[in-house]
């Protein structure tokens, strides 16, 4: 990670711990009278973030969080996905392409369709983990991977 991976926000002081993982749900309406909202609101609604350092101790008055917030560096964190076996192969840089099921009830469903992550993002494949054909209800061939930006 590079300074410039990261960015400074602000996010809630109860929550501001370093490696701390969440998605940016982007603006509420207590938002909108904020002075702060410019550096809040610098995210992307619907990724996953970590929180890489706390900058500062000074707690910053907020509509929404009632103990403040705090300002943190973030950078976009590494999902868990599946791929088809075949693609997955670490150091591969893919577009990312959901898998094709729509077998909500699957098992492994959610990890085969993380939120955080779009169809045709560019990624790097850090690290194939186990192969989870036994799980899989649409009888895909499947890895797991962990991604990163």
């Known amino acids: ?22 998605i940016f749900k982007g603006e509420m309406p207590e938002c909108k009278k904020c002075r702060l909202k410019n550096t809040c609101l610098n995210l992307e609604p619907g990724r996953r973030y970590r929180v890489e350092r706390i900058k500062s ?3 910053h008055e907020c509509f929404l ?6 300002a943190v560096d973030v950078s976009r964190a590494p999902i ?3 791929m088809e076996s075949r693609k997955a192969v670490e150091g591969a840089k893919i577009m990312y392409e959901p898998a094709k099921c729509g077998k909500r009830e699957c098992g492994v469903y959610e990890i085969c ?11 790097k494949i850090v690290e194939v983990l186990e192969s989870l054909d036994a799980k899989c209800e649409a009888g895909n061939s499947l890895k797991k991977v962990k991604l990163a930006w």
């Open 1 to 22: 990670m590079t300074e410039s991976d990261t960015k400074i926000t602000l996010i809630g002081s109860r929550l501001a711990r370093e490696g701390l993982e969440f």
């Open 57 to 59: 101790k000074d707690i």
């Open 80 to 82: 868990l996905t599946t």
């Open 65 to 70: 969080h009632d103990s403040g917030v705090l």
């Open 113 to 123: 369709h993380p939120e955080g992550l779009l169809r045709g993002d560019k990624c």
